[in-house]
């Protein structure tokens, strides 16, 4: 089958990919394969040994991808060291075609060219698609690379045999389409297991105005939210991260800011449909003022003030209430003082919730702005997991490894 007609697996879909063409006649082949992974979502940056070039010219790549593509170790297009941004960037990295050439280079930890340098400075799967005359491909010298390369947990797929460019039948064509996504998806999904996934988060306490200048809030961080949106990106998915905080920078979240609880609510609107998951780790205020000043209030002119405060909407039960985000899987977060799980129960029913992490307030290792938290995750039917005290990222891990079952696929 062609490449670029073989259906892309949903689990590739909308992750960062590096593709390493090194230079065999299979080149041409691989630029349907480009095409195919960018038209279903995914964002493929490309790079080229010299040899690669021969055959096929990087402009047809960057055409195909939209991205520029990388041809050498030296600073280019304001990138200064651009196999390190391709191996943090990569989430995969796919070798094809991979010749005897590379597989050797890369077996030796070589770093001389963009695509040796760039699985050098790796963090992600990898996976190499060999593909060469059947005499090559058979012999030991190559193959004892290849062992070396399965052994460091490097995913080959299998050429297939058939015609080759030299004029002889026997093994060493670059694998079919169907074969080399496989091995894809293979080499992501433990690593990345919530790939083709939406996640939606919320983090960090609401603000809401009192005049220009000022306003009523809550002391949370938004850490525990940012922890949760990192982990979901690290596990492939595509993370918006609706907040009131400030965050590190983090490859794959979307940052959308925001203050009031009404801007969250209309935020989440605009975000939630199409997604699964929502994670609503905000600290949404329980009361804002009536009115806030569209002016300064000044104390000169203000001998005493009274705020009159009135309630706020719960922003995570009206969407619960819409039938546009009936199939989200909506995770509430609840700070309790006493009695955790009977009042966090009580929150899923009265907000629509499919799940709950409670917190012990009253604790203070943990929670508000540390960077340690501890609770209990419940579940709408009953199921209850206690989260020991770890790091919150630690939690968001274990928080998203107990929830991910549960998401319809
Ligand atoms: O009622 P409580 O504030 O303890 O509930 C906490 C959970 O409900 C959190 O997930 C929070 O983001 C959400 N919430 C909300 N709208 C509110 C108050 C809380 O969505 N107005």
Redesign the pocket.
Same mark, same amino acid.
């Given at each position: 089958m062609p490449l670029d007609a073989t259906p892309i697996p949903i689990e590739l879909r909308g992750l960062r990919i590096a593709l390493l063409v090194s230079g065999g006649i299979a080149a041409y082949k691989v630029v349907d394969l480009a095409s195919a992974l960018s038209q279903a979502g995914c964002q493929v940056r490309v790079a080229m040994t010299a040899a690669a070039m021969r055959f096929v010219g990087p402009p047809t790549f960057q055409g195909v991808t939209g991205k520029p593509v990388a041809t050498g170790i030296w600073p280019a297009d304001g990138t200064p060291e651009p196999h390190v941004f391709l191996g943090d960037w990569a989430q995969l990295i796919l070798v094809a075609p991979a010749t005897a050439n590379v597989i050797g280079r890369i077996a030796d930890g070589r770093s001389d060219d963009i695509v040796t340098a760039t699985l050098l400075a790796a963090r992600c799967p990898v996976v190499i698609a060999p593909a060469m005359n059947d005499a090559m491909w058979a012999k030991p010298a190559l193959q004892e690379n290849l062992t070396k390369l399965r052994h460091r947990g490097i995913t080959v797929v299998e050429p297939e045999t058939g015609h080759l460019a030299s004029g002889h039948e026997g093994a060493g064509r670059l694998a079919g389409a169907s074969a080399i996504l496989n091995a894809m998806v293979h080499g992501i999904r433990a690593r990345y297991d919530l790939a083709g996934r939406r996640v939606v988060v *919320?983090a960090g306490g *609401?603000r809401e105005p009192i005049d220009p200048v000022r306003f009523i809030s809550n002391y949370s961080s938004g850490k525990m939210g940012f922890a949760l949106a990192a982990a979901a990106a690290d596990r492939g998915a595509k993370v918006t991260l609706i907040t009131t905080a400030n965050h590190p920078e983090h490859n794959g979240i979307d940052v959308q800011r925001v203050d009031t %609880?009404e801007e969250m609510l209309a935020e989440l609107r605009s975000q939630l449909r199409g997604s699964d998951l929502l994670l609503? &780790? &905000? &600290?949404?205020? /329980?009361f804002r003022p009536a009115k806030a000043s569209d002016r300064k209030i000044r104390r000169e002119e203000t001998p005493s003030l009274t705020l009159e405060l009135e309630p $706020?909407? /719960?922003?995570? %039960?009206?969407?619960a209430a819409e039938p546009a985000f009936a199939t989200v899987f909506r995770?509430?977060? %609840? &700070?309790?003082d006493s009695k955790l799980d009977a +009042?966090a129960m009580e +929150?899923v029913k009265r907000?629509g919730?499919q799940a $709950?992490v409670a917190n012990d307030i009253s604790r203070r290792d943990i929670g508000f702005g540390s960077e340690y938290n501890a609770g209990v995750l419940l579940f709408a039917d009953g199921a209850r997991h206690e989260l020991e005290k770890a790091t919150k990222r630690e939690l968001a891990d274990k928080i998203l490894d107990l929830v991910l079952p549960r998401l319809k696929r």
């Open positions: *919320t *609401t %609880a609503m &780790a &905000a &600290a949404v205020g /329980d $706020i909407p /719960d922003v995570v %039960a009206s969407l995770v509430g977060f %609840a &700070a309790e +009042k +929150k907000k919730l $709950i």
